[in-house]
T-cell receptor
Framework: ETGVTQSPTHLIKTRGQQVTLRCSSQSGHNTVSWYQQALGQGPQFIFQYYREEENGRGNFPPRFSGLQFPNYSSELNVNALELDDSALYLC??????????????FGEGSRLTVL | TQLLEQSPQFLSIQEGENLTVYCNSSSVFSSLQWYRQEPGEGPVLLVTVVTGGEVKKLKRLTFQFGDARKDSSLHITAAQPGDTGLYLCAGAGEDSNYQLIWGAGTKLIIKP
């Protein structure tokens, strides 16, 4: 069983640039959620994708956007980067229709630093 | 708005001591999960509790779901340095579409 993989693991951008983060979900999972985690804080929900459509969104501006592909992998795009966007971005996969809702399996994250 | 209050935020104790971390809400959850996260890594699911009053044990860790499914606790017996990490609770609302409500986390340090 293949776990959740994210790329890149680390990257540095400058303010105003755009970034794309990628996630491959765990095999058998059809739902991907993205989280932003600041240092020492809990994860903050960005959005969730199911069947290639956004299935819920947290309190993040429209410059945070995403995609889910037919193979359930996903991308997170952030435009017009700001300094406060520096964080660990976590991807989590899950299965809609699972016996217990909400169990998430996380990747190791992409550490974004905005200078 | 559903909230999960986690306490304490930070705990530093000696190896061998016992500790309890709490997760409280005024909302009812259909299930609640506990995760552990180490620096630079993603959270790892430890346990899911579903039934009110449920108790689950994972070696030295004991998880309890409140009778009303509004709160949960994690008790660690004889803590070890390997237990060090950020412990996070997350609840699935009864009307959720599989989105979780997260606590802010408890940073636990076990000193040898």
């Amino acid at each position: 069983e293949t776990g959740v993989t994210q790329s890149p693991t680390h990257l540095i951008k400058t303010r105003g640039q755009q970034v794309t983060l990628r996630c491959s979900s765990q095999s058998g999972h059809n739902t991907v959620s993205w989280y932003q985690q600041a240092l020492g804080q809990g994860p903050q929900f960005i959005f969730q994708y199911y069947r290639e459509e956004e299935n819920g969104r947290g309190n993040f501006p429209p410059r945070f956007s995403g995609l889910q592909f037919p193979n359930y992998s996903s991308e997170l795009n952030v435009n017009a980067l700001e300094l406060d966007d520096s964080a660990l971005y976590l991807c989590a996969s899950s299965s809609q229709g699972a016996a217990v809702p909400g169990e998430l399996f996380f990747g190791e994250g992409s550490r974004l630093t905005v200078l | 708005t559903q909230l999960l209050e986690q306490s304490p935020q930070f705990l530093s104790i000696q190896e061998g001591e016992n500790l309890t971390v709490y997760c409280n809400s005024s909302s009812v959850f259909s299930s609640l999960q506990w995760y552990r996260q180490e620096p630079g890594e993603g959270p790892v699911l430890l346990v899911t509790v579903v039934t009110g009053g449920e108790v689950k044990k994972l070696k030295r860790l004991t998880f309890q779901f409140g009778d009303a499914r509004k709160d949960s606790s994690l008790h660690i017996t004889a803590a070890q340095p390997g237990d060090t990490g950020l412990y996070l609770c997350a609840g699935a609302g009864e009307d959720s579409n599989y989105q979780l409500i997260w606590g802010a986390g408890t940073k636990l340090i076990i000193k040898p």
